[in-house]
């Protein structure tokens, strides 16, 4: 039974490496890399149902050490054969400060046959640093190439504080790099449509008041309204330009202790000047604390944002809902309103850069206010709803 533990301890910590790994790759979108992780599971899980039922099966037939020992060599071999089928490199770092390759692709990534000499300090360093179960990201300089990987750790169960800790690296730059790649084409393809859309028009009618002014007695209301079609399709495409812009190069938040009640005085303020008797608003705010840490102008950009939407969108008689509330870990912002809610079909879309549902949107307004959520270390979201209407609900964390 002895002999079995440290390899039921190691199996069952590369479970937890593994399902880790797992959710990074389908958190970042990158399926490739979660079914890596799910293959790594399959092959541990049942690597560690095989030591199980060997353990049960040795502890009821008190089998002779001799056919124990060689039955050991042989599950030895096995394991190690499953670890082998791993594309995920496998690394152990011993209580010694060694770092151990466990795995065919953890060898060749090295260049070792088992013990890595001189690791990357940045290696080193990511995995004494980081948390179990909990994945990050690290840059690693392997053959004068950079290259990015996912890494969780485990720490093996039997050997306490300062003990085991194993390692798993995914290889996410490939898969980063499709992704940027897919965005950039996307957002090439939204920002022709929508310049071409308003130069389109703009060359066209641009020309015909040229040739009406060169007529001898040129029709000059005729020219005056090309012109004037003219500046507002421009107008409206330089609003679209300073949109993307603004949100392009939104800065990381400057938190700092302010009152919140000026903040949400000022934008119902700003909500009943800009749509009057048209969209009424209702704040509740009773429960919320006097200060928080924050970037106050950017929270006022993203809960605008979010008004605004609300208002666009709202039945007459239009109705919009501010509601704010706190836990101990968290203040929440949920934002209602009364219009047609949010159709299945663009329930996963409705955060997506340039996606918008109403005629002559820019579709930034919900993106930037998710992405200044985010920064916060919060988030935003879409609810689901059975009595109409959108609400979406975000969340900032209380320092």
Known sequence: MGSETPRMLLSAALLVAAGAGGAIALTHGLYANAAIALLVLVLLTAGLNTLLQRVAVAQAADRAPATTAIADAREQRRLRSLLDLSPAPLLAHEPDGGLWAINRAARRLFGVDDRIEAPPAALMAAIRDALPGKGTTLRLTLDTAERIFALTVADLASSGAGGTRIAALVDVEAEMKAVEAATLRELMQVLSHEIMNSLTPVASLSRTAVDILADPVPDLDHARDAIGTV????????????????????????????????????????????????????????????????????????????LQNAAEVATEPGQVRLTLSADSAALRIRIADNGPGVAPENRDAIFDLFFSQKSGGSGIGLTLARQIFRAHGGDLVLHHTTHGGAVFGGWLPLR
């Open 231 to 306: 500046a507002t399709r421009t107008e409206g495409l330089q609003r679209f330009i300073l949109a993307y812009r603004d949100m392009a190069r939104l800065p990381p938040p400057e938190l700092r202790r302010f009152a919140l009640a000026p903040l949400l005085d000022d934008l119902e303020r700003l909500f009943s000047t800009h749509w009057k008797e048209h969209v009424a608003l209702s704040l509740e705010r009773d429960h919320v604390p006097q200060h928080i840490v924050a970037d106050a102008n950017q929270l006022h950009a993203a809960l605008w944002a979010l």
